[in-house]
């Protein structure tokens, strides 16, 4: 079987070190300097639930060099996702399955539209991995899972039965949909509500307000949602607010927030933009989640006019 695994940050350096410890062909899709340690030094990877592991992918900078592939899995950001799919395009044939581990619930759209052929999976994952300066992957707690689902039952199962193993928890979902909301749910709380302080979830939380406006985020996302016709448990607000609000490390905060303070491209159109338009196109009222959208919009705007 020959895998691919395009993105190799903190969850595509993970996916692609539990593929190298029970498969032979892997090719990682890497550029520069990631390409130059990666070949160098190996996939290194250094974390709490999988253990010590140093593999040797095949590692390239073009894609199409590598053939057409089983299974590709692309880990990229959002915005670097239409780039990712140009670049596999050369090793999809009608057999290959792609399966998309991104941020987000509309980028299966976006997979479609290049996809012509092949198979989509789509994905969520609950991992807390970031790659370090020399490029080896970090992974810090005692969990990795990730749930799966699509359309078809044969591809939904043979990419569990590729990544079911040790080090990653692999769960095929009844409603991939309600699955992937319920993180994005999340997602557009923690990550907007960081980036919008510019802080962690126990600066948010030390705010007179910050509890409460994390909850209205929660609400607001949560009505969107239900909006569409996503299938979503009745208890999802209250059971994401408690967790959030009742865990022990306060001191976390997003990539999004790590991403509006250095200045860097963000995901803010995945975690929120899509959100106020989407509310807007179905006349449902999300106002706190517009106050960040266009607060944090407007910095990022100031920053690029002041750089320039």
């Not at 593999?55 to 894609?63: C, G």
């Not at 306060?250 to 860097?264: E, F, M, P, Q, Y």
């Not at 995901?267 to 989407?278: A, C, D, K, M, Q």
């Amino acid at each position: 079987m020959k895998l691919m695994v395009t993105g190799i940050g903190g969850v595509g350096g993970y996916i692609a070190s539990v593929l190298c410890a029970n498969y032979p062909d892997v090719t990682v899709v890497a550029r520069k300097k990631r390409k130059d340690a990666l070949i160098k030094n190996g996939l290194i990877l250094h974390s709490d639930f999988f253990g010590e592991h140093r593999s040797y992918p095949t590692v390239t900078s073009d894609p199409a060099s590598a053939g057409t592939q089983d299974i590709i899995f692309i880990c990229v950001k959002n915005y670097s996702l239409p780039n990712a799919l140009s670049d596999i395009l050369p090793c999809v044939d009608s057999h290959t399955i792609v399966v998309l581990i991104l941020n987000g619930v509309d980028h299966i759209g976006v997979a479609r539209k290049w996809l012509e052929k092949g198979h989509i999976v789509d994905s969520a994952i609950y991992i807390t991995s970031a790659y370090k300066e020399d490029f080896s992957i970090f992974q810090s707690g005692k969990y990795a899972r990730i749930v799966i689902g699509s359309n078809d039952a044969a591809c939904t199962q043979k990419v569990f039965e590729v990544l079911n193993h040790e080090g990653l928890t692999c769960r095929i979902a009844d409603d991939i949909q309600a699955e992937l909301w319920a993180k994005y749910i999340t997602n557009c709380a923690y990550n907007v509500i960081t980036a919008y302080y510019e802080g962690n979830i126990g600066d948010v939380f030390e705010h007179p307000e910050g509890k409460e406006q994390f909850r209205t985020l929660l609400e607001e996302a949560y009505a969107v949602g239900t909006g569409l016709g996503i299938a979503l448990d009745t208890n999802l607000v209250d059971g994401i607010y408690n967790r959030i609000v009742n865990q022990n490390a306060k001191n976390v905060t997003s990539s999004l927030a790590r991403d509006i303070i250095h200045g860097h491209q963000s995901e803010l159109e995945t975690f929120s933009g899509y959100l106020v338009r989407t509310a807007h196109e179905l006349g449902i009222a999300v106002p706190f989640s517009e106050t960040c959208y266009h607060a944090i919009s407007s910095r990022i705007n100031n920053s690029i006019d002041f750089n320039l």
